[in-house]
């Protein structure tokens, strides 16, 4: 179990933020923000921003790679 933003990981200890990082345009935030995606595309984790997850909307829901899009 991975936590973002407070909450504990693995081991009981409190976690620290993480910064995320849009991976298609760049944009970044230290804390999650409800509108952002999260996709996991060979076994590793890709935010996108809400513009992005917006602009791209039917290429995630048909579970497109975003190397797709």
Same mark, same amino acid.
């Given at each position: 179990? =991975?936590? #973002?933003?407070?909450? @504990?990981?693995?081991?009981?200890?409190?976690?620290? &933020?993480? =910064?995320?990082?849009?991976? $298609?345009? *760049?944009? *970044? =935030?230290?804390? &999650?923000? &409800? #509108? %952002? =995606?999260?996709?996991?595309?060979? *076994? $590793?984790?890709? @935010?996108?921003?809400?513009?992005?997850? $917006?602009?791209?909307?039917?290429?995630?829901?048909?579970? #497109?790679?975003?190397? %797709? %899009?």
């Amino acid at each position: 179990m =991975t936590s #973002l933003s407070g909450g @504990y990981d693995d081991s009981g200890a409190a976690a620290t &933020p993480q =910064t995320l990082v849009c991976a $298609r345009c *760049g944009a *970044g =935030t230290e804390a &999650p923000q &409800p #509108l %952002w =995606t999260c996709s996991v595309e060979n *076994g $590793r984790r890709h @935010y996108f921003c809400e513009t992005c997850a $917006r602009e791209n909307l039917r290429a995630i829901e048909g579970r #497109l790679d975003s190397a %797709w %899009w």
